[in-house]
């Protein structure tokens, strides 16, 4: 998440802090992972999840508590966020220290070697980003994903070519006049990506605020 993009309040008895649009879409992402994650963990715990982005960490705290049988690994491009990230992380017993990722480089830099995943998990972070961070957070996933693993991302795409609703088209312009890397992805181009480096789209889910979660898994 961007501090200038999604606004934050901050705890600071605890230094956490607080993105009103995650605490918002938590729980309706949460029952688009509880559809997935239970079954993979009656065959396996814990069941490895990686969290690119974490942002506040208030996703990674959530999931994490209201799903026994994994561990979360989160993972933060903006250090300024470990705290927070940490503060949330402290209250759950599944939830490992946050590392850096910067998803624009290549999957051999990313601090996680010899590791694997069971499950990567986005939230808004790919329109938000320089564009090479989408192709990069993709590499990433199918190179620490187990086979048949699963990458959720979550956030306001176009679709064939088209943006919709209207509201979406001038959050699309707002970002672009921010920074022309940002802007929504087409899950057409995204679609394309993925099949480069062996992730299929499984399934879209339309969420609340207009945002949809991709279930793509690794083959």
Not at 12 to 27: D, F, G, H, T, Y
Not at 66 to 92: K, R
Request: proline letters at 7%; a negative charge.
């Amino acid at each position: 998440m961007m501090k200038g993009i999604y606004p934050y309040a901050k705890d600071e008895s605890q230094k956490k802090l607080c993105a009103p649009a995650a605490e918002r879409n938590k729980q309706a992402i949460l029952e688009v992972l509880l559809q997935n994650i239970p079954q993979m963990t009656a065959a396996k715990s814990p069941v490895e999840c990686l969290e690119v982005a974490s942002g506040t960490g208030q996703h990674v705290a959530h999931f994490a508590q209201h799903l026994p049988g994994t561990q979360w690994q989160p993972a933060e491009f903006d250090t300024n966020d470990f705290p927070s990230i940490m503060a949330y992380a402290n209250e759950v017993a599944n939830v490992s220290e946050p590392v850096f990722i910067d998803a624009s480089l290549s999957p051999e830099q990313w601090p996680l070697e010899g590791r694997t995943f069971d499950v990567v998990y986005c939230a808004n972070m790919i329109h938000i980003s320089p564009k090479a961070c989408t192709p990069g957070l993709f590499a990433g996933a199918s190179a620490y994903l187990l086979k048949g693993g699963i990458m959720f991302t979550y956030g306001p795409y176009a679709h064939g070519g088209v943006i919709t609703p209207e509201s979406n088209q001038n959050f699309d312009l707002s970002l672009k006049s921010r920074d022309p890397e940002w802007g929504l992805r087409d899950i057409d181009d995204l679609k394309k990506i993925a099949g480069n480096v062996g992730l299929i789209l499984e399934k879209i889910h339309d969420m609340p605020a207009n945002n949809k979660t991709l279930v793509w898994r690794k083959i």
